[in-house]
């Protein structure tokens, strides 16, 4: 049985994605009252929830981790643990939990419709076959790709965040494309045709994002003139510094959230 923890977009996109043997608890009651509208069992708490559960997945907001697990810390000693709250690393799981098997997930957005990518990595008790269970599930929302816990912020800054910042570019092309006479309906079809077309055709055509450009950008042509903006305002620059950003930012939160979770 897999126990989640949290019915929010990102347990219930986990819970659809299994569709058998999911029990799920949440706080929230009218969130659990969705839940009983695509099948999935209830448990009327986070205890029942762990004593049932032979996984449980932590989908929950990193300020709530700490009371989850408290209250759960008696009924895991041979549970696996997957944890997706953000920021939140598995020495601090292991640290309230004791010698658990914990696997740490990053999902991004895309998952809640099977289209996501998530990276993840394994506490110091993790086995083997942990990281298989553990692909197994999310790779049902999509991707899945093993990394070092340490670079997990900067996983958050590019692919947890980065769903935002294609949703950015897509509507600034659209602002453009009005701006150029062109209708909204009409533009932002456009703008998110295009998108959608070519990270299709990057993905499935096996060349370099260098490569691609080429093919796009002739010498002399319209698309080379768009660039040229590009590079004279520095775009590289402006991208790596907001992923920058993020990367800090991510690191930020951890320690914030972790001072106001002492191990008790």
């Known amino acids: 049985m ?28 009218s969130k659990l009252r969705l839940v009983k509208n695509i099948l999935i069992s209830i448990a009327s708490n ?30 895991v000693k041979t ?52 990281f298989k269970i553990a692909t197994g599930i999310f790779s049902k929302l999509g991707e899945v790709v093993e990394v070092r816990e340490g670079m997990m912020d900067a996983v958050t800054a590019v692919s947890g965040s980065g769903p935002a910042y294609y949703f ?13 006479g062109l209708k909204k309906d009409l533009a932002e079809k456009l703008a998110i045709a295009t998108f959608a077309g070519a990270a299709a055709i990057a993905k499935s055509k096996g060349l370099s994002m260098e490569e691609l450009i080429k093919k796009v950008a002739s010498k002399g042509g319209t698309t080379e003139a768009a660039l040229t903006i590009f590079g004279k305002r520095k775009l590289e620059a402006i991208i790596k510094e907001a992923v920058k950003q993020a990367m800090h930012r991510s690191k930020q939160l951890y320690t914030l959230t972790m001072s106001e979770c002492k191990v008790v």
């Open 46 to 75: 986070n205890i029942e929830l762990s004593r049932r559960s032979d996984i449980i997945i932590l989908a929950v907001k990193p300020q709530d981790i700490k009371t989850v697990l408290k209250e759960i810390r008696p009924y």
């Open 79 to 130: 549970k696996l643990i997957i944890s997706i709250a953000a920021g939140v690393k598995t020495g601090f799981i292991e640290g309230f939990l004791g010698k658990v098997r914990v696997v740490r997930v990053m999902p991004n957005m895309p998952a809640v419709v099977g289209k996501g990518i998530s990276a993840i990595t394994g506490g110091r008790f993790t086995a083997k076959n942990d």
């Open 168 to 180: 950015l570019f897509t509507y600034l092309l659209q602002k453009a494309a009005e701006a150029n």
């Open 2 to 29: 897999i126990g989640i923890i949290g019915a929010g977009n990102m347990g219930m996109a986990i819970a659809s994605g299994m569709r058998h043997r999911v029990l799920v608890s949440d706080i929230d009651s």
